[in-house]
T-cell receptor
């Protein structure tokens, strides 16, 4: 059981380049989330998808776009990367917003923007 | 929106000692308080949670206490071991479909726990 799988695990970009982080879950969860983790800042929500076909902004959405491709997959796109987007990105999933249960996290994608 | 403060940011203890991490929250409607452990190079993983209808919950060496009146909750780890070394995050969440705020968990900034052998 893979859980939440993120690709790539590491990526180096130059300022202005674009890229997409991929996330897939195999737990039949309805809700999916993208967080970024920066030193001393904890986990900050970028975007989330309550269910297939819906997406909503989180705390720090500027510079990002998302696509809920199907129930399993939720991608995060950086259209024009900036050094401020250097971070570790985590995808997470949960059964649904109405469940006050745990979030299941992937292992993270470390992005460096030069 | 919800604001979760977590202290300390770093905690260093000797093996066998106890460790306490404290969090405060601002939204009185929050009713679910999970704690996550993040080992080096991994994603956070839930270790214990508490809901607002109880004041304390234990699971072997870890326990969580909640004071709703004061809006704070704490993680207690007894008899610490080197494998407890990790970053710990607290979070708070309000009930689904309550108005006036998000029902996505809000996380604290994390505590780096170091257990020295």
């Amino acid at each position: 059981n893979a859980g939440v799988t993120q690709t790539p695990k590491f990526q180096v970009l130059k300022t202005g380049q674009s890229m997409t982080l991929q996330c897939a879950q195999d737990m039949n969860h309805n809700s999916m989330y993208w967080y970024r983790q920066d030193p001393g800042m904890g986990l900050r929500l970028i975007y989330y998808s309550a269910s297939e076909g819906t997406t909503d902004k989180g705390e720090v959405p500027n510079g990002y776009n998302v696509s809920r491709l199907n129930k399993r997959e939720f991608s995060l796109r950086l259209e024009s990367a900036a050094p401020s987007q250097t971070s570790v990105y985590f995808c997470a999933s949960a059964p649904g917003l109405q469940n006050t249960g745990e979030l299941f996290f992937g292992e993270g994608s470390r992005l460096t923007v030069l | 929106g919800e604001n979760v403060e977590q202290h300390p940011s770093t905690l260093s203890v000797q093996e066998g000692d106890s460790a306490v991490i404290k969090c405060t929250y601002s939204d009185s409607a929050s009713n679910y308080f999970p704690w996550y452990k993040q080992e080096l190079g991994k994603g956070p993983q839930l270790i214990i949670d508490i809901r607002s209808n109880v004041g304390e919950k234990k699971d072997q060496r870890i326990a969580v206490t909640l004071n709703k009146t004061a809006k704070h909750f704490s993680l207690h780890i007894t008899e610490t071991q080197p494998e407890d070394s990790a970053v710990y995050f607290c979070a708070a969440r309000r009930p689904f479909r309550t108005s006036g705020g998000s029902y996505i968990p809000t996380f604290g900034r994390g505590t780096s726990l170091i257990v020295h052998p």
